[in-house]
C-alpha cells in the first residue's frame, strides 16, 4: 500500500504520516519524487486502516500496490531509478552503459589487455569473472581472489568500473570489497540467501534472469534485494531455455518494455549468453538497444580461440569496435546515447 502525499505536503506532514505508519504496526519508507513524496508501508497484512491515512494533512491518496512485487514496481516508485557507480556511469539514465571484457579473469596480461582496449573504444565498465559457474565442475572455476585483486588493479589502470559474479553468500562481503556492481548470475538468481546478502552489502547489484525464471519472478527476486534497503538494482535479460537449438538461448527482449512498465528498474541485455555464438552477439545487441535496455554487457576476448570460457560467443576486440559504432546510432535514433568514453587517465 501506498501513501501519496499531495504535492505540497510539508516534511511535517510526511512524518506525521510514518509515525502513523508505526503506530499501527507497519513500516513505512518515504519514497521521495520528482513531484510529490510517497509513503511505502511494508509488512502490510491486509489490515491497514487506509481511511485513517487518507483523512491525515497532505494525503492525496491511498492506493494498493497490486503487484506481488512491491518496492521494485512503477506503482511503488514512477520515475526510472538511476543506479550511480563509482566512476560516474550511470545505469537508468538517458544513457546506454555498454559493459564489456571477457566471461573469465584469466591472467594478468590478459585482464589489462582487454581492460585498456574496451576503455578506448567508449564501454565505461569491465565485466569478468573470478567465480565462475560452471556447468561441469570440472571446467575452469576462475581465478578466486587473485581474480579480484587483477579486477582492482584494471580498474586501477583504466578507470572502468567493474562488474563481477559473487557465487555465495559467504563469498559476496570479498566480491563487494573489489567490485563496483556485484552480479548475480542466472543459476542464482533464485539463491534467497544470497539475494538477501546482496541487499545489505551496500554495492550496486546486477541480477540476472534465470534461465528459465518467468519476469515476476525475477522482479521478485530484486523485491529480495530492495527489501533489505539496497534499491541500487539493474535487472539483466540474459536469454531462457527454449526448444531451439541454433543458439544457446533465447534472448527474450519482450522482457525489456514489459520490465520497463511494470517496474522503475535499469534493464540491461546480456547478447552473449544470450546467444553463445559469436555471430550472433552484435544483431542482438544492436536489437536490445533498439528495445529501450538501458545497457548491454558483452563478452570480448584479445584471443576468443584460446580463452578458458565463452570462448565461442566472445567477440574479437574488432568485432566490438564495429558494435560500438552501430549501437551509437541505434541508440541516438531513439533519443539515447551512448555513455561517453571516460576520460583519458594519466599514464604514470
Ligand atoms: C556471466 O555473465 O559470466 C554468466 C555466467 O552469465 P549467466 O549467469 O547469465 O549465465
Ligand atoms: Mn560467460
Request: aromatic residues 4%; proline residues 5%; glycine residues 10%.
Amino acid at each position: 500500500m501506498l501513501v501519496v502525499m499531495k504535492h505540497n505536503a510539508t516534511d511535517q506532514d510526511i512524518k506525521r504520516v510514518v509515525d502513523v505508519v508505526g503506530d499501527m504496526g507497519y513500516e513505512a519508507r518515504p519514497i521521495p519524487g520528482g513531484q510529490r513524496t510517497a509513503v511505502g508501508i511494508l509488512g502490510n497484512d491486509g489490515r491497514v486502516d487506509s481511511a485513517r491515512l487518507e483523512g491525515m494533512e497532505g494525503v492525496l491518496e491511498v492506493i494498493p500496490v497490486t503487484h506481488p512485487y512491491k518496492q521494485v514496481s512503477r506503482e511503488w516508485r514512477e520515475e526510472n531509478t538511476v543506479v550511480a557507480l563509482a566512476n560516474g556511469t550511470k545505469v537508468g539514465g538517458s544513457d546506454v552503459v555498454v559493459m564489456a571484457g571477457p566471461c573469465a579473469v584469466e591472467n594478468e596480461s590478459q585482464i589489462m589487455d582487454i581492460a585498456h582496449q574496451m576503455r578506448d573504444l567508449g564501454a565505461t565498465v569491465l565485466r569478468g569473472g573470478a567465480f565462475k559457474p560452471r556447468t561441469s565442475p570440472y571446467s575452469f572455476q576462475g581465478l578466486g581472489l587473485r581474480g579480484l585483486e587483477l579486477l582492482a588493479k584494471a580498474r586501477e589502470a583504466s578507470g572502468l568500473a567493474i562488474v563481477t559474479e559473487a557465487l555465495d553468500p559467504e563469498g559476496a562481503e570479498a566480491v563487494a570489497d573489489f567490485a563496483d556492481v556485484v552480479q548475480i548470475g542466472a543459476r542464482n538468481m533464485q539463491n534467497y540467501a544470497l539475494l538477501r546478502r546482496a541487499g545489505r552489502l551496500g554495492k550496486p547489484v546486477l541480477l540476472k534472469r534465470g534461465m528459465s525464471a518467468t519476469i515476476d519472478e525475477l522482479l521478485l527476486a530484486a523485491e529480495y534485494i530492495l527489501a533489505e534497503g539496497n534499491e541500487k538494482v539493474i535487472l539483466c535479460e540474459r536469454g531462457v531455455r527454449s526448444f531451439d537449438t541454433h543458439t544457446r538461448n533465447l534472448l527474450d527482449l519482450t522482457a525489456i518494455p514489459v520490465v520497463k512498465a511494470l517496474s522503475h528498474l535499469p534493464i540491461i541485455a546480456d547478447p552473449s549468453h544470450g546467444t553463445g555464438l559469436r555471430a550472433k552477439v552484435t544483431p542482438m545487441a544492436r536489437a536490445a538497444v533498439a528495445a529501450g535496455a538501458d545497457g548491454i554487457i558483452v563478452e570480448v576476448h584479445p584471443d576468443p580461440a584460446r580463452a578458458l570460457s565463452d570462448g565461442a560467443q566472445s567477440l574479437y576486440p574488432e568485432q566490438f569496435a564495429e558494435l560500438m559504432e552501430q549501437i551509437r546510432v541505434i541508440a541516438r535514433a531513439i533519443g539515447r546515447e551512448v555513455a561517453a568514453p571516460l576520460p583519458a587517465v594519466a599514464q604514470g
